[in-house]
Protein backbone atom coordinates (compact mmCIF):
# COMPACT_ATOMS: atom_id res chain seq x y z
CA UNK A 1 0.00 0.00 0.00
CA UNK A 2 0.59 3.71 -1.00
CA UNK A 3 -0.48 6.30 1.34
CA UNK A 4 -0.57 9.85 0.30
CA UNK A 5 -0.96 12.96 2.27
CA UNK A 6 -1.46 16.33 0.24
CA UNK A 7 -0.77 20.03 1.51
CA UNK A 8 -0.54 23.63 0.65
CA UNK A 9 -4.16 24.37 -0.08
CA UNK A 10 -5.24 27.56 0.61
CA UNK A 11 -7.71 30.57 0.01
CA UNK A 12 -5.51 32.65 -2.61
CA UNK A 13 -7.02 35.44 -5.11
CA UNK A 14 -7.07 35.55 -8.68
CA UNK A 15 -3.57 35.99 -10.46
CA UNK A 16 -1.62 34.05 -7.81
CA UNK A 17 -0.03 31.03 -7.57
CA UNK A 18 0.14 28.07 -5.06
CA UNK A 19 2.25 25.05 -4.67
CA UNK A 20 0.74 21.64 -3.60
CA UNK A 21 2.18 19.11 -2.58
CA UNK A 22 2.06 15.14 -2.15
CA UNK A 23 3.70 12.89 0.53
CA UNK A 24 4.00 9.26 -0.37
CA UNK A 25 4.98 7.15 2.11
CA UNK A 26 4.46 2.63 2.23
CA UNK A 27 5.29 0.88 -1.08
CA UNK A 28 6.72 4.11 -2.92
CA UNK A 29 8.97 1.61 -4.27
CA UNK A 30 5.96 0.32 -6.58
CA UNK A 31 5.10 3.70 -7.70
CA UNK A 32 4.63 4.41 -11.14
CA UNK A 33 3.24 7.57 -11.47
CA UNK A 34 1.69 10.66 -9.82
CA UNK A 35 -1.10 12.60 -10.40
CA UNK A 36 -3.52 15.41 -9.32
CA UNK A 37 -6.78 15.71 -9.90
CA UNK A 38 -9.70 18.07 -8.82
CA UNK A 39 -13.39 18.12 -7.76
CA UNK A 40 -15.19 21.18 -7.61
CA UNK A 41 -18.54 21.53 -5.55
CA UNK A 42 -21.39 19.86 -7.79
CA UNK A 43 -18.71 18.58 -10.06
CA UNK A 44 -17.03 14.83 -11.22
CA UNK A 45 -13.82 14.65 -10.24
CA UNK A 46 -11.30 15.74 -13.17
CA UNK A 47 -7.71 15.12 -14.07
CA UNK A 48 -5.22 17.76 -14.07
CA UNK A 49 -2.00 16.51 -14.33
CA UNK A 50 0.47 14.04 -14.01
CA UNK A 51 3.99 12.49 -14.35
CA UNK A 52 5.90 10.05 -14.01
CA UNK A 53 7.85 8.46 -11.00
CA UNK A 54 10.67 7.64 -13.14
CA UNK A 55 11.61 9.83 -16.10
CA UNK A 56 10.40 13.48 -17.62
CA UNK A 57 6.77 12.39 -19.02
CA UNK A 58 4.14 14.83 -17.94
CA UNK A 59 0.69 15.63 -19.34
CA UNK A 60 -1.87 18.56 -18.26
CA UNK A 61 -5.07 19.17 -18.59
CA UNK A 62 -6.49 21.62 -21.07
CA UNK A 63 -7.61 23.88 -18.48
CA UNK A 64 -4.19 24.29 -16.78
CA UNK A 65 -1.93 24.09 -19.48
CA UNK A 66 0.50 26.62 -19.58
CA UNK A 67 -0.08 27.75 -16.33
CA UNK A 68 0.58 24.45 -14.14
CA UNK A 69 3.90 22.25 -13.40
CA UNK A 70 4.13 19.05 -11.94
CA UNK A 71 7.29 17.84 -10.54
CA UNK A 72 8.23 15.12 -7.90
CA UNK A 73 11.57 14.60 -5.74
CA UNK A 74 12.31 10.78 -5.31
CA UNK A 75 14.36 11.34 -2.90
CA UNK A 76 11.87 13.08 -0.78
CA UNK A 77 9.15 11.07 -1.70
CA UNK A 78 7.20 13.90 -2.75
CA UNK A 79 5.02 15.05 -5.73
CA UNK A 80 4.55 18.66 -6.25
CA UNK A 81 1.56 20.91 -8.52
CA UNK A 82 2.25 24.28 -8.77
CA UNK A 83 -0.26 26.57 -10.53
CA UNK A 84 -0.30 30.30 -11.51
CA UNK A 85 -1.93 32.99 -12.49
CA UNK A 86 -5.16 31.12 -10.72
CA UNK A 87 -8.30 31.98 -11.69
CA UNK A 88 -11.85 31.28 -9.77
CA UNK A 89 -12.47 28.72 -11.55
CA UNK A 90 -9.51 26.47 -10.48
CA UNK A 91 -11.65 26.70 -7.09
CA UNK A 92 -11.76 22.88 -5.58
CA UNK A 93 -10.14 20.04 -3.54
CA UNK A 94 -7.64 18.54 -5.35
CA UNK A 95 -6.44 15.22 -4.64
CA UNK A 96 -3.05 13.24 -5.47
CA UNK A 97 -3.04 9.82 -6.78
CA UNK A 98 -0.32 7.07 -7.82
CA UNK A 99 -0.38 4.32 -9.95
CA UNK A 100 1.36 1.12 -9.00
CA UNK A 101 3.44 -0.43 -11.00
CA UNK A 102 1.46 -3.83 -10.92
CA UNK A 103 -1.39 -2.00 -11.97
CA UNK A 104 -0.73 0.27 -14.66
CA UNK A 105 -4.04 1.62 -15.83
CA UNK A 106 -5.56 2.47 -12.77
CA UNK A 107 -5.30 5.08 -10.00
CA UNK A 108 -4.97 2.82 -7.00
CA UNK A 109 -3.91 5.32 -4.24
CA UNK A 110 -5.64 8.21 -2.83
CA UNK A 111 -4.66 11.25 -0.64
CA UNK A 112 -7.48 12.79 1.39
CA UNK A 113 -7.41 16.23 -0.17
CA UNK A 114 -6.47 19.86 0.39
CA UNK A 115 -8.96 22.74 -0.52
CA UNK A 116 -8.13 25.55 -3.05
CA UNK A 117 -10.30 28.35 -3.19
CA UNK A 118 -9.47 31.57 -5.46
CA UNK A 119 -11.32 34.27 -5.09
CA UNK A 120 -12.19 37.14 -7.32
Known amino acids: QVQLVESGGGLVQAGGSLRLSCAAS????????MGWFRQAPGKDREFVAA????????SYSDSVKGRATISRDNAANTAYLRINNLRPEDTAVYYC?????????????WGQGTQVTVSS
Open 97 to 109: SAKDSRRRDEWSY
Open 51 to 58: CMWSGSAT
Open 26 to 33: GRTFSIYA
